[in-house]
């Protein structure tokens, strides 16, 4: 490679001779390398080159029985596909395929394997020198399913806001609507705008005249100050006189949510929309987003974002999206963009005012878990984030505010305590999460199930957001073993709330959390279960003693918190009532 990281000619002649020795050997698997990445290159020698050039931590593999990173954590070669071929000490290509021992190469023998009638195959030779439950095809199907899930998360994990906006689709879009978007007036405005501020008096006037030159007429302005002490109250009083459909609503101070909560109890109109009063709408906002929900019968609409970055760069915020697109990547619906209507919002109970962040977010989810919102795409609102615009609360409060909407969003602890009779006595549930670490999380569970015995046992593993590999090792180790389950989150969820997540999925009366790395030790179900009968019995602070618990308590006091008091880094075990590891 260059200084600049490009291929020198000699890097080219070898990726096109070991590409040539893959293929030739067989082991290149088109379905897989498609399901894994999304891609359909023009042959398979782009395809092989695609795998050989990427980094072994992060890359695609030729071949469900070949992990990269499993290679290249047994092997001294630099490259995975150079130890698979001269490397004569490397006796496995993953978790899935071990060689019998001989003086040919991994790859012969995955090759002499390959070429047999696969399709009879009974069982794979594995790592642990045990029969894998399954034939190749069986296994294939499996890891394909691993590869797709996580190429479908990863591709809503990396959506990204474009810099550029199609300025003739939203003229075209613009010249379809409907014009006649308002009833006959019947005093009862179309649209309610909730507005709430707190000493914005030099700014709240730009996000008013917006309102005010909206091409739909049928609206009222609700602008809720929350208890602000600059010249707020002046300003808006006189604005009050000069349009009769401006309303103030004063209350103490008490956050952006209760006074949006209090606008929506204020509210008269059919539909509620929202803009802080640091936002701008373009004209036609109101207009276009009516059309489209009229048209659509739909519950909600929202559109498109422009953003005002430093340096005169710009980006765009919005794209159709449903609920998983949200709960995977990033919220592509912003609340000044939103328009719903006003049952509907009201049905959800409106804004949680028990958090201080990501509160759009969380409405947003809600609202999509039963209703749809449709995508008007159009640019309806201006938003200035350069950093001389001034404090905001995403400058001013923790991102972990962000795995609290999730955990929230992804877990029903009325649900998990409504089925707690229905899990299985004496079975234990060890919960363990992982990220980017499966080599130590693969002894974890060897050495629990191990010591294990004829126990009745199952570990989730909660894998969160690591490299696609990670998933992919994790269930090819245990592939056909019922008491192992592997799972993985789109996002990089800390601790407690992956150990929420696998609790949720979890069957056992009593569990214990576990860590990677960290082995079992003799009879550990034993001393678990009896923990877990002393915390039953009313003493539950040696609950970490041996970290294992009966379910009926962790469910009662719902889990770990997902944003301990006082740890930036959102890692800490503790319980919702304050009881910490």
């Known amino acids: 490679m260059t200084k600049s990281g490009e291929m020198t000619i000699r890097d080219k002649l070898r990726l096109r ?28 020698r782009d395809a092989i080159r695609h795998c050989l050039a990427g980094a072994v931590q992060t890359t695609s593999t030729v071949h469900p029985l070949i992990e990269p990173s499993w290679i290249a954590y047994q092997s001294v070669n630099s490259d995975w596909f150079v130890a698979l071929f001269r490397d004569r000490a490397l006796s496995s290509s993953g978790p899935l395929f071990r060689a019998v021992r001989g003086r040919r190469s991994l790859a012969a023998e995955l090759n002499q394997f390959l070429k047999s009638d696969s399709s009879s195959v009974s069982a794979l030779r594995s790592c642990q020198g045990q029969e894998t439950d399954g034939a190749l095809e069986q296994a294939r199907d499996e890891l394909t399913r691993v590869a797709e899930t996580f190429w479908e998360q990863d591709a809503r994990s990396r959506r990204r806001n474009p810099t550029d906006w199609d300025v003739a689709g939203e003229q075209r879009f613009l010249a379809t609507l409907d014009p006649a978007v308002e009833p006959v007036s019947t005093g009862t405005p179309l649209v309610s705008v909730i507005m709430p501020t707190f000493n914005r008096a030099s700014l709240i006037g730009a996000a008013i005249k917006s309102v005010r030159q909206q091409t739909v007429r049928s609206w009222e302005l609700i602008i809720v100050d929350d208890g602000s002490t600059d010249d707020t109250a002046a300003l808006l009083a006189g604005l009050q006189g000069e349009d009769a459909r401006i309303r103030l609503v004063s209350q103490a101070n008490a956050g952006v949510s209760a006074a949006r909560n209090n606008g ?13 009063s640091d936002n701008v709408w373009t004209p036609d906002f109101l207009r276009a987003s009516l059309a489209e929900l009229q048209a659509q019968e739909a519950s909600g609409s929202y559109s498109a974002v422009e953003i005002q970055l430093d340096g005169g760069e710009r980006e765009y915020l919005g794209a159709p999206a ?38 759009d977010y969380d409405l947003v989810l809600r609202l999509l878990r039963d209703h749809e919102l449709v995508y008007v795409p159009m640019i309806g609102v201006l938003y200035d984030h350069r950093a001389s615009a001034g404090d905001r609360i995403t400058t001013s409060e923790s991102p972990l505010w962000r795995l609290v909407v999730l955990e929230k969003n992804l877990l029903d602890w009325v649900k998990i305590d409504r089925e707690l009779g229905s899990r299985v006595t004496g079975r234990t549930s060890v919960l363990i999460r992982t990220r980017r670490q499966w080599a130590q999380t693969l002894a974890t569970i ?26 992919a090792i994790l269930t090819a180790a245990f592939l056909g073993d019922r008491r192992v389950r592997i799972q993985r989150t789109a996002t ?60 009926a308590e962790f469910s009662a006091r719902h889990g770990f918190t997902p944003m301990p008091d006082g740890d930036l880094s959102g890692e800490s075990l503790v319980l919702r009532d304050g009881v910490s590891a």
């Open 17 to 44: 001779y070991w590409t040539w020795r893959i293929q030739r050997a067989g082991l290149f698997d088109s379905a897989y390398f498609a399901a894994q990445t999304g891609l359909n290159l023009r042959s398979d």
């Open 264 to 276: 929506i109890a204020h509210a008269a109109g059919r539909y509620i929309a929202f803009l802080d």
């Open 322 to 359: 449903e609920r998983q697109d949200l709960l995977d990547g990033r919220n592509l619906v912003d609340l000044n963009a939103l328009i719903v209507l006003r049952e509907i919002l009201v049905a959800e109970g409106g804004f949680d005012t028990g958090l201080r962040r990501w509160v």
């Open 446 to 471: 060897e050495s629990l199930l191990q010591l294990g015995g004829d126990a009745d046992v199952e570990i989730v593993v909660m894998d969160t957001a690591s490299p696609r590999a990670e998933t």
């Open 492 to 551: 990089d969820v800390r601790r407690p709330t992956a150990l929420n997540l696998a609790f949720a999925e979890s069957t056992g009366d009593v569990i214990v959390i576990g860590e990677s790395g960290v082995l079992a030790v003799a009879d550990w179900i034993g001393s678990a279960r009896e923990a877990a009968r002393v915390i039953a019995g009313g003493r539950p602070a040696s609950i970490y003693a041996t970290g294992a618990m009966p379910v």
